[in-house]
């Protein structure tokens, strides 16, 4: 088990000087679920979800509109998994929400999105979430360039003569042959934990989560 934040710092350090990633990489395929802030719509109660953590082993902690939970992602399938405590209440929701591809229609901007349903203790049936953001996941961030000082040393080693300059990876976003799909640039000022979708501005996959319960209850009744 190790916590994706260290090995994305390790990969990033390492591969600044020069050093061979393959390992550090290869851990990072397991860690495709974005850290940070996501939009959250949750049976219309919106604001934040924040992924604090994330480890190689899959698990998860953070907090979704105020409440701290921990949980567990299932790499292979994208699968999210957590329990909320509710405040002040002996209850809790129970979150499942899966991957979903979407680009903003006529935008073409990427959004990271993860949708499914949730209960409730002592309620009855269950209700749609989703959550999105722009956030890319370490398994997908590109390592940084050779830092100049050890260029310079690999030059000189190498033989090469002066100007030539050695090929490295641009830094920056991108897919890095992770997740195979388009990737829009962060934006840390995206998701701020607020009210953020009036209903009638949902995304199509938003209303499709929301109203997949009701209509489930409508086929079974």
Known sequence: MADCATILRDRDRDAKNGEDTTDLDRQLQACNLSRGTWNVDANGAQGALIINTLDTNGNVTGTLLGDTFSGSWDHANRLLTFDRPLQGVPLKQHYTGGYIPYVVPGTGVFLYTLAGLFTE????????????????????????????????????????????????????????????????????????????????????VGRQVLQQPDQMQEENG
């Open 121 to 204: 203790d002592t309620v009855q049936g269950s209700f749609g979430w989703f959550a999105q953001t722009r956030n890319d996941p370490d398994s997908v961030k590109q390592p940084p360039r050779k830092d100049k000082e050890f260029k310079e040393k690999e030059k000189d080693a190498m033989g090469k003569g002066e100007g030539k300059e050695i090929e490295t990876m641009d830094a920056g976003g991108g897919n890095g042959g992770g997740a195979g799909i388009p990737i829009a640039p962060n934006d840390q000022s995206f998701a701020q934990g607020r009210a953020f979708i009036r209903p009638e501005e949902r995304p199509e």
